[in-house]
Structures are given as C-alpha cells and as structure tokens.
C-alpha cells in the first residue's frame, strides 16, 4: 500500500448475506446488509477509503470480483458465507491476486457445527475476524488502514 494515494478496499459479501435482518437472527443478528454498507460507507468516507462493495450468491462471479480487484485494490475484505468450508475456487483467487486479505464473519463459526470450523480461505488471509458481528467489517477495515505505509 502506497503513501500519497487512497486506500482502495474490496469488500465481497457472499451466498445468503442479502438476507441478513431476516434469516437466523438469532445467529447472525438482526443488521441489514444495507445498514452493514451504509456503515463501511460512513467510515470508509472519513478515513479517504475507496470502496467497491460486492454481494453475490455465485461462487463464480466472486471469483470475478476478486480477480478484478487487481491492480485496483489495496485491500479485500470478504465474507464468503458458506464458501468458506469448500470454495477452493475462492481461496486460489485470493492466492492469485496477492492483495492482503481479512476474512470476516458476523457468527464465530469455530464455536458452531463443526464442518463450519475449517475455512480453506484463512490459510491465504491476511487475518480473519469472527463473532464481533458487524463490527468485524469495521475492525477488518483498520487493520487494512493501519497496513498502509
């Protein structure tokens, strides 16, 4: 990340966020996925961060986003839903790009079922930010803001 320029963050939402505020409150809160981009916008906006924000339910068109954020981002923050466990289509791209990466979960997914526990992203992650609900985009966008030089 270069110094006299903007930070430029992709933000990835994946499969069945659009639903959030509706689907499993209990699990994932009742924050909308409106109201979660309205608040990276916010914060974004103050610090002179430029987003892209992304929500797909197709694992491709992630691949695609990710894969156009080359030369553009600075950063990626992804929160790839249920591709976590198994995308390895998701997690090559992110290899590929070489842009630091946080991924983000609004639910602690070690603390769930089981098959949720691994994530074949974490390993080509900067870091990984789980349970601390939508909060984990804010914390995973000043840890980018704090990476720049």
């Known amino acids: 990340m270069s110094s006299g320029k903007s930070l430029n963050v992709l933000v990835i939402h994946g499969p069945n966020l659009n639903l959030l505020g509706k ?20 914060f974004a906006q103050e610090r002179g961060i430029q987003l892209r924000i992304v929500q797909s339910n197709h694992e491709g068109d992630i691949v695609d986003a990710i894969h156009q954020a080359l030369g553009w981002a600075d950063g990626i923050i992804i929160n790839p839903g249920a591709l976590t466990h198994y995308s390895y289509a998701i997690r090559d791209a992110i290899a590929a ?3 630091p990466t946080i991924e983000v979960h609004l639910s602690n997914i070690h603390a769930r079922e089981e098959f949720r526990h691994t994530s074949v992203i974490a390993p080509v992650s900067t870091g990984q930010i789980v349970g601390l609900g939508p909060r984990g985009y804010l914390l995973a966008l000043e840890a980018l803001l704090g990476g720049k030089s």
């Open 97 to 99: 790009v070489d842009i």
């Open 23 to 42: 689907r499993e409150p209990k699990v994932y809160g009742t924050t909308t996925l409106d109201e979660i981009n309205q608040g990276l916008t916010k």
